[in-house]
């Protein structure tokens, strides 16, 4: 089975625990063995496949719990939290997250759409924040022929791009394909609403910017971003630069740094919004816990 010959991939190259990056542009491969609690983290948009135990993500409290009979799907940036409270030395999490670039997902979802008529699908349609999609066939061989490139560094540089596309093919047509197209197809405002605000984070976007930037009015963005993230822009903003500032403290940084970075003029507001969301001061929570979450 695919499934196996990927395990095997992934247990060559990381045989303890950590991340692996490899050859290939946004493919890393990873193995924990201690349980991770859910700490804040920032989703760009990402495929992430499981081959051994089970990862989590929650996103306004809803849990998302994923394994190796189901993969994930994160078609645009969001602040989740995330983890894998159940890894273990005997049941280690195994796992392959892959980057998917916008570029190449708008391009085939178009694409796809055009050759579908699907371009002309009801309007309204809201973008899925995050996907749970079966392993299929086509991903399942999609993946593994993208990792057999591991081996020949020749093979990678000539057929990597090639070989991502179709991984990014066989998500499109897959459970998850639904969630991608919105996302990143005909009518995929909010996902580049969200694109507009990420590349600001440390600056004051008000939310009749994003609007705008879409060509939204702001009572229709409004409601058309809850549909898609399950959280009003505001409530997004906020944790964006929250989630975020949590990653930096959990890397090293000051709680200051932290705060500078992602927009906060008063330590002591961002402080307060900080212990409002996770229930804990900065500094407190920094002392309680200091595991990275780039690859949670």
Same mark, same amino acid.
């Given at each position: 089975?695919?499934?196996?010959?990927?395990?095997?991939?992934?247990?060559?190259?990381?045989?303890?625990?950590?991340? %692996?990056?490899?050859?290939?542009?946004? &493919?890393?491969?990873?193995?924990?063995?201690?349980?991770?609690? *859910?700490?804040?983290? &920032?989703?760009?948009?990402?495929?992430?496949?499981?081959?051994?135990?089970?990862?989590?993500?929650?996103?306004?409290?809803?849990?998302?719990?994923?394994?190796?009979?189901?993969?994930?799907?994160?078609?645009?940036?969001?602040? &989740?939290?995330?983890?894998?409270?159940?890894?273990?030395?005997?049941?280690?999490?195994?796992?392959?997250?892959?980057?998917?670039?916008?570029?190449?997902?708008?391009?085939?979802?178009?694409?796809?759409?055009?050759?579908?008529?699907?371009?002309?699908?009801?309007?309204?349609?809201?973008?899925?924040?995050?996907?749970?999609?079966?392993?299929?066939?086509?991903?399942?061989?999609?993946?593994?022929?993208?990792?057999?490139?591991?081996?020949?560094? &020749?093979?990678?540089?000539?057929?990597?791009?090639?070989?991502?596309?179709?991984? *990014?093919?066989?998500?499109?047509?897959?459970?998850?394909?639904?969630?991608?197209?919105?996302?990143?197809?005909?009518?995929?405002? @909010?996902?580049?609403?969200?694109?507009?605000?990420?590349?600001?984070?440390?600056?004051?976007?008000?939310?009749?910017?994003?609007?705008?930037?879409?060509?939204?009015?702001?009572?229709? %963005?409004?409601?058309?971003?809850?549909?898609?993230?399950?959280?009003?822009? @505001?409530?997004?903003?906020?944790?964006?630069?929250?989630?975020?500032?949590?990653?930096?403290?959990?890397?090293?940084?000051?709680?200051?740094?932290?705060?500078?970075?992602?927009?906060?003029?008063?330590?002591?507001?961002?402080?307060?919004?900080?212990?409002?969301?996770?229930?804990?001061?900065?500094?407190?929570?920094?002392?309680?816990?200091?595991?990275?979450?780039? %690859?949670?």
């Amino acid at each position: 089975m695919s499934k196996d010959r990927i395990r095997r991939i992934i247990e060559g190259r990381l045989p303890e625990a950590g991340l %692996f990056e490899t050859g290939l542009k946004g &493919v890393r491969l990873f193995r924990v063995t201690e349980p991770v609690p *859910c700490v804040p983290a &920032v989703y760009e948009p990402t495929v992430v496949a499981i081959v051994s135990g089970a990862k989590e993500a929650v996103l306004d409290g809803e849990h998302h719990v994923y394994d190796s009979s189901r993969y994930m799907l994160c078609p645009m940036t969001l602040p &989740v939290e995330a983890g894998a409270p159940r890894a273990s030395k005997d049941d280690p999490l195994l796992g392959v997250m892959i980057t998917l670039e916008t570029r190449v997902m708008r391009a085939l979802a178009i694409e796809m759409e055009t050759a579908a008529g699907a371009s002309r699908r009801a309007e309204g349609a809201p973008a899925q924040a995050l996907a749970v999609a079966r392993w299929d066939a086509g991903f399942g061989q999609a993946l593994l022929q993208l990792l057999e490139l591991l081996d020949d560094p &020749v093979d990678g540089a000539v057929l990597g791009a090639g070989r991502l596309r179709e991984l *990014c093919y066989a998500v499109l047509k897959g459970e998850a394909g639904a969630a991608a197209r919105r996302a990143f197809g005909v009518g995929n405002e @909010i996902a580049r609403a969200i694109e507009y605000l990420s590349a600001r984070l440390n600056a004051q976007v008000a939310i009749d910017d994003m609007a705008s930037h879409v060509g939204m009015s702001r009572a229709v %963005f409004h409601r058309r971003f809850k549909e898609a993230t399950t959280m009003s822009p @505001i409530q997004f903003v906020k944790a964006m630069r929250l989630n975020n500032a949590a990653m930096r403290i959990a890397e090293g940084k000051t709680v200051n740094e932290a705060a500078w970075d992602v927009g906060y003029a008063s330590a002591s507001q961002f402080s307060r919004e900080f212990k409002r969301l996770y229930g804990q001061s900065p500094r407190d929570w920094s002392r309680g816990l200091r595991t990275p979450a780039r %690859f949670m």
